[in-house]
């Protein structure tokens, strides 16, 4: 009753003043109707509805438009000029800069074609525009790949345009291909924006869309769709911000051998003390264990620094498969286990098994394991993977961390942890935030945790 007397008050007051409600300043006042409008109401609010809907479609159908010539200017304003500059541009930098602008831009002329299509030009209300998301969903996924290089981008355009040439050359640009007065780096932070107002857009529409109306279900199913979709771009986003703290992690880790972590992965998932047992020694070994995506890196402490870690190795979890034990004798290895479990190699016999302390304990390295399987089948649903900019930027910052604080690689280093953002009480930790966002080296003080316990905290299953 309050939706239908808010939209009653709303055209009434488009009507008087001729211009559309601005958004902010209805009638409706922390969810009630301002008493100080004298407005009466006479009209259908069926009719009021409509309107109301053919005005957000109109802004939909509008908004395409004027980012599908943004898209073009980008590619025939910009890109296209700077593959002529070939004294000016390397591939390499033009790949950061733009990422993959084009094929969004092809991606974008499809939906856009299509969305055309459904649109009823005569009476906007009655267009049916949520089946066309929903058969272009998978596409959407492509501005996973902008968005997480965008930052590494603006980086690279910043130092471009220290040299005075630059900043002439794309204001050329800009001017040949009259395009609006607005900088480079506006122009590319347009397709960040635009996945972004999807889901609100179609949240309005929704708002506004009978439940009768042939288009409410698959509105409804394409909100849920694109807020997934957005929800995924932020969790991939977030992940690439935190490569730096895992590439500093290795860095602290002695005796490391094999591959960098970030060839295969960017996300710690779980980590914690296990007892482990492998077939061939048969006897128990008590290792720290971290779970990443693609996997598990086993370390061992120091008997003495117990905040210094030694490498012994790492487990492919694309090759195992994870097997719940019941407490009791286990055949495999002959000793009693209790509140264990086993990582099973799918192309040979090798089993290793794991025992926690607690029940609750094996209960949460259950559930990583499944979310580091989910995580990797949604990876490569979306080609979401670290690029070589970005590994070796990481590199980068951990040689200039370990270069303004002197550690010494031939001794073994200490990476004493940041003070805690809950006990310092300078940072709000929520809880979808990972308390280790914070991140900074310090000298060593007596009583703290060591490094790796609060990388730890890096992990989504560690709260």
Known sequence: MCVRMYLCVCVCVCGRMGVEPAEGTSEVQNGHLDPTNDCLCLGSPLQNRDQMRANVINEIMSTERH?????????????????????????????????????????????V??????YNTEEPHL????????????????????????????????????????????????????????AIDGFLLTPVQKICKYPLQLAELLKYTAQEHSDYRYVAAALAVMRNVTQQINERKRRLENIDKIAQWQASVLDWEGD???????????????????????????????????????????????????????IDMDRYEVRDAIDGRDDDFNVSV????????????????FLAKKLEEKIRWLRAFHEERKMVQEDEKIGFEISEYQKRQAAMTVRKVT??????????????????????????????????????????????????????????FKK
């Open 67 to 111: 980012y599908i010539k943004h898209l073009k200017d980008i590619c025939e304003g910009y890109l296209r000029q700077c593959r002529k500059r070939v004294d000016m541009f390397n591939d390499d930098q033009l790949k950061v800069i733009f990422g993959n602008i084009e094929d969004i831009y092809r991606f974008q002329m499809g939906f």
């Open 113 to 118: 074609r299509d969305l055309e299509k459904q």
């Open 127 to 182: 267009s049916e525009i949520g089946p066309c998301f929903l058969e272009h969903q998978d596409g959407f996924w492509i501005y996973s790949e902008y968005c997480n290089n965008h930052l590494d981008a603006c980086m690279e355009l910043s130092k471009l345009m220290r040299d005075g040439r630059y900043q002439h050359f794309f204001e050329a640009c800009r001017l040949l291909q009259q395009m609006i007065d607005i």
């Open 260 to 314: 960098d972590i970030l060839d295969r992965s960017s996300e710690l998932i779980y980590t914690g003390e296990l007892s482990w047992i492998y077939q061939p020694y048969g006897r128990s070994q008590q290792r720290v264990f971290f779970l990443f995506d693609h996997q598990l890196v086993l370390c061992k402490k120091d008997l003495i620094r117990r905040d210094i870690l030694y490498y012994k190795g790492r």
């Open 338 to 353: 209790k509140n264990a479990f086993k990582l099973c190699n799918k192309d040979s016999e090798e089993i290793h098994i």
């Open 403 to 460: 270069k303004q604080k002197g550690v010494n690689r031939c001794t073994p280093p200490s990476y004493p942890p940041p003070q805690d953002p809950l006990t310092a009480g300078q940072y709000e930790v929520t809880e979808d935030m990972a308390q280790g966002e914070v991140f900074e080296f310090s000298q060593p003080k007596r009583g703290q945790a060591p490094f790796w316990q609060n990388f730890s905290r890096l992990a989504p």
